[in-house]
């Protein structure tokens, strides 16, 4: 006679269609953003050391990247760049020839599909390596947003399906809001880097972007990583701003923050799956200390578990080219 009170789970783990039939969530490649750091130069696609499989690329070489990256399955890109001057005020960010700028149109005439999202922050931009304009040694907050909202304005006028401004500055997605809404262009979508911690695991992404601070450090407007509840006011400063999509960045360390803010909230949510996070796995894989594929994967399901609707990973090649 079977005792009802005990229950067999494993009858439903014992074949590989069993699992698939009651598997409660499953990763697809049109749900990752691949981001791509873009230079000036020639003729440039040089390996970034500490994120093995990526590369900063010139716009002559932007073409073969973007077609292989279309040829993989992969439907958005998020794209960072690295001027050939950097001043005080990062104005190649917010320059109609900006490398950003030169680089979306060159991206849309090969792939006039691919979705395009642009990151706007000056960092990268600035020859002191901050998020914003740097006044008596602090950051002036209500000047860096009006550049903000210019660059986003310039993106958008280049071809820039949606911007993701990733500053931290209070009310950057009201300014950008009303600058995309006075230029005639409501219908482009906001992403706010919502809840944006100061994170040990950026390291990887400074060497990138040549944007590590020339002094200080970026605690006083990233957030801090001890700190839940002001994530949730940060999401709902974004949302009342006109965000249309919220994010949580770093994605692994923060995935209690990612759950509660897809419990609170209906507005779709992205999780950015830093540099940080891509390189640990990559290098314990070149020990031979994991397996690249199933310890990516696990990661990859562990925050569409948690809750979110859109990942940004380095790793989304890698994917694209697993779930084929």
């Known amino acids: ?49 500490s994120m093995p499989g990526c590369f900063n690329i010139s716009l002559d070489n932007l ?37 950003i700028q030169k680089a979306i149109k060159i991206i849309k005439n090969v792939a006039p599909d691919l979705y395009v999202i ?39 006028q280049a071809g820039a399906d949606m911007v993701a401004p990733s500053a931290m500055m209070d009310g950057q997605v009201k300014m950008i809001r009303n600058a995309l809404d006075e230029g005639s262009y409501n219908h482009i979508p906001v992403m706010g880097y919502s809840a944006k911690y100061s994170s040990a695991f950026y390291g990887p992404f400074r060497e990138a972007a040549d944007s590590t601070p020339s002094f200080g450090d970026r605690r006083t407007y990233q957030m801090d990583p001890s700190n839940r509840r002001m994530a949730l006011e940060e999401v709902e400063s974004d949302i ?40 640990l ?5 070149e020990k031979g200390w994991i397996d690249e594929k199933s310890a990516t994967l696990e990661v990859l399901n562990s925050i569409n578990r948690a809750g979110a609707d859109m990942i940004i990973s380095y790793h989304t090649k890698d994917v694209a080219k697993w779930l084929a």
């Open 281 to 285: 796995i990559k290098a314990a894989s």
């Open 118 to 156: 642009t990151d706007i922050c000056l960092c990268e931009y600035t020859d002191h390596g901050h998020c914003g304009i740097v006044d008596n040694g602090s950051i002036n907050n209500d000047e860096t947003i009006k550049l903000l909202g210019r660059s986003a304005l310039t993106h958008v």
């Open 240 to 279: 009342r701003e006109g965000a249309d999509i919220v994010m949580v960045k770093p994605a692994l360390s923060y995935l209690d923050v990612i759950h509660e803010v897809r419990e609170k909230y209906n507005k779709p949510l992205a999780a950015y799956n830093v540099s940080g996070e891509y390189s």
């Open 63 to 99: 073409q073969n990247e973007i077609e292989d990256i279309v040829s993989l399955g992969i439907t958005g890109v998020l794209l960072f760049g690295i001027p050939e001057v950097k001043d005080p005020t990062g104005s190649d960010c917010y320059s109609n020839d900006g490398i």
């Open 1 to 49: 006679m079977t005792d009802i009170s005990f229950s067999r789970l494993r009858r439903l783990r014992d074949n590989a269609v069993i699992r698939g039939y009651v598997s409660e969530n499953s990763l697809d490649i049109k749900k990752f953003v691949y981001p791509l750091f873009i230079r000036f130069g020639k003729d440039i696609k040089e390996p970034i050391s």
